[in-house]
């Protein structure tokens, strides 16, 4: 290309430059997104991403080679805003919303990236650089493909979320009904040797499993089966873990897999199946959560704090 360029040529450099410096700022934002996220398939998806947003670096590195250019990137403000903006959420959201807001803030920066590369991609096609343009279609279609999985998981993070507050409220609401039904002058050691009582307080309460045969047991006593997300892998990986259970209104979405590849994956990604034994109404349940086994240690400190 030469030296000096026109309108268009230009304006397009400076759009490269943009984009450049955002995949820079957003490689090394994702680890931080990625250690913060406390739901397994959120976690992953960042970090997946981040193996994505590599690749988009050099691709736009073989764009400017193209233009007989050096790869060179100038300030992001709006990216470095949008990071800025989710280091505070980050801080200041208490744990229970901490992913639907993680998700939030990460579509932001996908949807600010898909403008980023179409814009881009006209300019490209406009000035005839079919190379450039096809490979700036590419970035831009992997862009769309994890906004919508953002928004898969989104849905499934806040479905949860939803459940555990009802769980808690009906929680409440019998421990509510036993203290007014409970006679005078009992004593809160006689309550406690009730074991129906204590069935009752122990149904809402989660437990770590890590073991490979409780986990199997647990969950094959409820119909379930191991599984993963579908179109969530990426090169030869099966993708997000599940547990699929029948009547399950997302099965469409999840793929079975054996439970020897289930079972590597997670000791592989260091995790930890949260299981609930019964419901608040004693009934069998079949909540559970991935988490890591970092976050699955700390959640049982409390527990273990309490009983003393």
């Not at 343009?133 to 806040?158: F, H, N, P, W, Y």
């Not at 036993?178 to 309550?191: M, V």
């Not at 770590?208 to 090169?235: F, K, M, Y």
Request: charge should be neutral; glycine fraction near 10%; proline fraction near 3%.
């Amino acid at each position: 290309m030469a030296k000096k360029m026109d309108g268009i040529q230009q304006l397009m450099v400076d759009e490269l430059q943009d984009l450049y410096d955002a995949e820079k700022q957003l490689v090394r934002a994702l680890p931080k997104m990625a250690k913060s996220a406390t739901n397994e398939q959120l976690e992953e998806a960042f970090r997946q991403h981040l193996e994505v947003t590599r690749g988009q670096v050099q691709r736009l590195e073989q764009i400017f080679e193209s233009m007989g250019l050096r790869a060179k990137s100038k300030p992001c403000r709006a990216m470095k805003g949008l990071v800025e903006e989710t280091q505070e959420m980050i801080e200041e959201q208490e744990e229970s919303v901490l992913d639907a807001g993680l998700i939030g803030c990460g579509r932001k920066v996908e949807h600010y990236e898909m403008a980023g590369y179409e814009s881009a991609r006209v300019l490209a096609q406009q000035l005839g650089m079919r190379e450039a343009a096809q490979l700036l279609q590419e970035t831009l279609r992997e862009e769309m493909q994890t906004d919508r999985m953002l928004g898969q998981i989104s849905k499934q993070v806040l479905k949860e979320h939803g459940a555990a507050m009802k769980e808690n409220a009906r929680g409440r609401q019998q421990e509510e009904s036993a203290g007014r039904s409970e006679p005078r002058g009992r004593s809160k050691s006689a309550a406690s040797r009730n074991p129906r009582g204590s069935q009752r307080n122990a149904g809402g309460s989660a437990r770590p499993l890590t073991d490979h045969e409780e986990i199997r047991q647990w969950a094959e006593e409820r119909g379930g089966t191991p599984s993963c997300v579908r179109g969530t892998g990426n090169r030869g990986d099966i993708g997000m873990l599940r547990l699929d259970f029948p009547g399950f209104t997302g099965a469409d979405s999840l793929q079975p897999i054996s439970w020897e590849d289930w079972f590597e994956k997670f000791d592989e990604r260091g995790l930890a199946l949260l299981v609930q034994e019964k419901t608040g109404r004693g009934q069998k349940s079949n909540f559970n959560k991935l988490v890591s086994r970092e976050t699955a240690a700390q959640s049982r400190r409390p527990h273990a704090r309490a009983a003393h």
